[in-house]
């Protein structure tokens, strides 16, 4: 099982930018899909962008879409977010997640970090 540590997470303004970073454990973590996902109080956690154990394809959710990039590099057995143009309706928390990227559902990642606050302020 791979161990999720995110970091990045902070207080920007609408317009900015930050980049989430997640560090796995584990010997297995280029055999994962890896993607982030993330929840805002009162709502479901949602996905936001994933990427294939070999980097191959990426996938967003259509809010993010433009404005955000995942990346990895699994020599390093890192995950990253780009996330620029930052609105308010992105503030959550947001969990980096190992798994398979079959439905994008949670319940298809079986490994997730504690997750980290994004707060964007308008």
């Known amino acids: 099982q791979v161990q999720l540590v995110e970091s990045g997470g902070g207080l920007v303004q609408a317009g900015g930018s930050l980049r989430l970073s997640c560090a796995a454990s584990?010997?297995?973590?280029?055999?994962?899909?890896m993607a982030w996902f993330r929840q805002a109080p009162g709502k479901e956690r949602d996905f936001v962008a994933g990427?294939?154990?070999?980097?191959?394809?990426?996938y967003y959710a259509d809010s993010v879409k433009g404005r955000f990039t995942i990346s990895r590099n699994n020599a390093k057995t890192t995950v990253d977010l780009q996330m620029n143009s930052l609105k308010p309706e992105d503030t959550a928390v947001y969990y980096c997640?190992?798994?398979?990227?079959?439905?994008?559902?949670?319940?298809?990642?079986?490994?997730w970090g504690q997750g980290t606050q994004v707060t964007v302020s308008s």
């Open positions: 584990g010997r297995t973590f280029s055999m994962y899909d």
């Open positions: 990427i294939r154990w070999d980097a191959s394809s990426t």
């Open positions: 997640a190992a798994g398979s990227i079959a439905t994008m559902s949670p319940s298809e990642f079986g490994a």
